[in-house]
């Protein structure tokens, strides 16, 4: 099946600091990726959408300047969180979908950021 | 109102129990999916439906598009089967999912 994963697992950084999450389709070609957010006891926020070579869509409240989104190939894309601060500890998840006619997302691990 | 509800919030089971989840949704949809999120925080899919049924080892799940609802079955559960299943739709209009505040599954030995 389709895999997903992320890079790092958990990191914990001091407030400041920025911090760089991978997240990678592995066996397919993701025309799109999604970046999630998860508060503890909540359901998955959507953060932003990306595709492939093109600027990310943010959802409404999420700053584009704190979360920067690249999508430079159809295997990887990367969230960096910057100026990190505590209330931005949280799980962050990504979702890869290979495009149509495939509707499906596949999603990674996530990674538990930890802000000191 | 959620556009996206699911019941019961909870769920405590013996092992060996048939377990279903249910998911209600208000307007008409291309796609639901059933997740499975473990007490570390990963998720994985466990189904993607737009119609009908589907089964996989014990877990089936199906979807009437007319009723909007969509359940999720476990034959036989297992402690290991103790997480929170999540179900999350997908609009015709939009490329976004939209997910359910999860049901908390704890099965017990």
């Known amino acids: 099946g389709a895999v997903v994963s992320q890079h790092p697992s958990r990191v914990i950084c001091k407030s400041g600091t920025s911090v760089k999450i991978e997240c990678r389709s592995l066996?397919?070609?993701?025309?799109?990726m999604f970046w999630y957010r998860q508060f503890p006891k909540q359901s998955l926020m959507l953060m932003a959408t990306?595709?492939?070579?093109?600027?990310?869509?943010?959802e409404q409240g999420v700053e584009k300047d704190k979360f920067l989104i690249n999508h430079a190939s159809l295997t990887l894309s990367t969230l960096t969180v910057t100026s990190a601060h505590p209330e931005d500890s949280s799980f962050y998840i990504c979702?890869?979908?290979?495009?149509?006619?495939?509707?499906?997302?596949?999603f990674g691990p996530g990674t538990r950021l930890t802000v000191l | 109102k959620n556009e996206v509800e699911q019941s019961p919030q909870n769920l405590t089971a013996q092992e060996g129990e048939f377990i279903t989840i249910n998911c209600s949704y208000s307007?008409?949809?291309?796609?639901l999916h059933w997740l499975q999120q473990h007490p570390g925080g990963g998720i994985v899919s466990l189904f993607m439906l737009s119609s009908g049924k589907k089964k996989h080892g014990r877990l089936i799940a199906t979807i009437n598009i007319q009723e909007k609802h969509s359940s999720l079955h476990i034959t036989a559960s297992h402690p290991r089967d103790s997480a929170v299943y999540i179900c999350a739709v997908k609009f015709p209009s939009t490329d976004k999912l939209i997910f359910g505040t999860g049901t908390r599954l704890q099965v017990f030995p």
């Open positions: 066996d397919f070609q993701a025309t799109t």
């Open positions: 979702s890869a979908r290979p495009g149509p006619p495939d509707n499906e997302q596949f």
């Open positions: 990306s595709n492939e070579g093109s600027k990310a869509t943010y």
């Open positions: 307007v008409g949809i291309s796609a």
